[in-house]
C-alpha cells in the first residue's frame, strides 16, 4: 500500500481538495490518501511545517508527503535569485513535495537529506497556472511508480531558508512563544520539554503569560489533574510545552486561548526558582 499524506492551504469550502484526491486517485488507483490539513492559513509555511513535523515519525518509509502551500513557482527572467522551483526531498526515507520557498528548511534534520531534486519541466502549457495539477501530482505519481526522483530534474544541495521564532533562554529563564492553538483551544508553545529540564535542572517553577496575569507552578501529567475549567500545563506527544483548560471548550466555558486571552506569538516566560534564591525565599514567606 502506498501512502501520500496532503498539507495544503487550500480549504475546505471549495472543491479544490476533491478534485486534488479525484486526480491522484484515477492515476494511482490503490492508492491511501492521509489527510493531515487543509487549513492551513494560507501562504503560512511555519503554520505547514507545525503540522508536518508532528506526523512524520508516525508513517513508514516510502511515505510520500505534499505540502501544497504557497506553492505557486516563482519564475522571473531578470532576477533569477528569486526564482522558487518546485522540489521533491528525500529525507530518512520519505519523500517531500512542494515549492522550494523555505518550508523545507523547517524539517528537522533537513540538512541529512539523501536527494534533493529541483522540478523545472513546465512543459504544461498550464503549468505555472495550475501547477498542483501539471507540476505536483505529475511528480507524485512519478515516485508511486518507483521513477527515480533524480530523473524527474537536477539535483541541487541546499534548499531557501526560513525561520521560525525560537525559545531564548538566559539565567533561570526561558522565553517561548505561541506556535499553535488547536482545536480544543489549547495553546501550545514553542519550548520542548528538553530545554525546561535543561534549563530548570528541577527547580521550582512559575510559568507566565499574559503580562504575568496569569501563572501555573506545576506540570500536570494528564488534563484531568485538575477540576475542570482549571487551567494547567503539560508536555504534549510531541514533547512541547502545552497550556490547557481542562475540558475548555467551546460551549463549556472556551478552551485556554479563549479564557486566557493567548494567540499564536504571544510570549510565554518560564521562570525558576533555585533553593536560596531570592525568588525562592519570597516564594516561601507568600506561602505562609
Not at 528569486?82 to 540538512?111: E, R, T
Not at 525560537?166 to 492553538?181: D, M, P, W, Y
Not at 501555573?216 to 482549571?230: A, T
Amino acid at each position: 500500500m502506498r501512502i501520500v499524506t496532503l498539507t495544503t492551504d487550500l480549504g475546505l469550502k471549495d472543491h479544490y481538495v476533491a478534485s486534488l484526491k479525484g486526480q491522484l486517485i484515477s492515476q494511482y488507483p490503490n492508492l491511501h490518501i492521509v489527510d493531515v490539513s487543509h487549513n492551513v492559513e494560507p501562504f503560512n509555511i511555519a503554520q505547514a511545517s507545525y503540522f508536518v513535523n508532528n506526523i512524520i515519525r508516525d508513517f513508514p518509509t516510502g511515505t510520500i508527503h505534499f505540502i501544497g502551500v504557497d506553492s505557486i513557482p516563482v519564475i522571473n527572467i531578470d532576477t533569477p535569485r528569486l526564482n522558487m522551483y518546485p522540489i521533491v526531498m528525500k529525507l530518512k526515507g520519505q519523500y517531500f513535495i512542494g515549492l522550494d520557498n523555505g518550508f523545507f528548511s523547517l524539517l528537522p534534520d533537513f540538512h541529512e537529506a539523501e536527494e534533493i531534486i529541483q522540478i523545472h519541466d513546465f512543459s504544461s502549457k498550464n503549468a505555472l497556472r495550475y501547477p498542483i495539477k501539471n507540476i505536483y501530482i505529475p511528480t507524485i505519481v512519478a515516485i508511486l511508480n518507483e521513477k527515480s526522483i533524480a530523473s524527474l530534474g537536477d539535483p541541487i544541495k541546499t534548499v531557501r531558508r526560513a525561520f521560525t521564532t525560537q525559545a531564548i533562554t538566559e539565567e533561570n529563564l526561558i522565553k517561548g512563544s505561541v506556535a499553535h492553538v488547536d482545536h480544543y483551544g489549547n495553546v501550545i508553545v514553542n519550548i520542548t520539554e528538553t530545554l525546561f529540564k535543561k534549563i530548570g535542572k528541577g527547580e521550582t517553577f512559575t510559568i507566565y503569560f499574559r503580562q504575568s496575569k496569569y501563572f501555573i507552578e506545576r506540570i500536570s501529567d494528564n488534563y484531568n489533574e485538575v477540576p475542570i475549567g482549571e487551567k494547567l500545563a503539560l508536555f504534549n506527544d510531541n514533547g512541547l510545552l502545552e497550556i490547557a483548560i481542562n475540558k475548555g471548550v467551546k460551549g463549556n466555558g472556551g478552551g485556554a486561548s479563549t479564557l486566557l486571552g493567548l494567540k499564536v506569538n504571544d510570549i510565554v516566560r518560564v521562570e525558576f526558582h533555585p533553593r536560596g534564591s531570592k525568588d525562592s525565599i519570597e516564594a516561601l514567606f507568600s506561602q505562609a
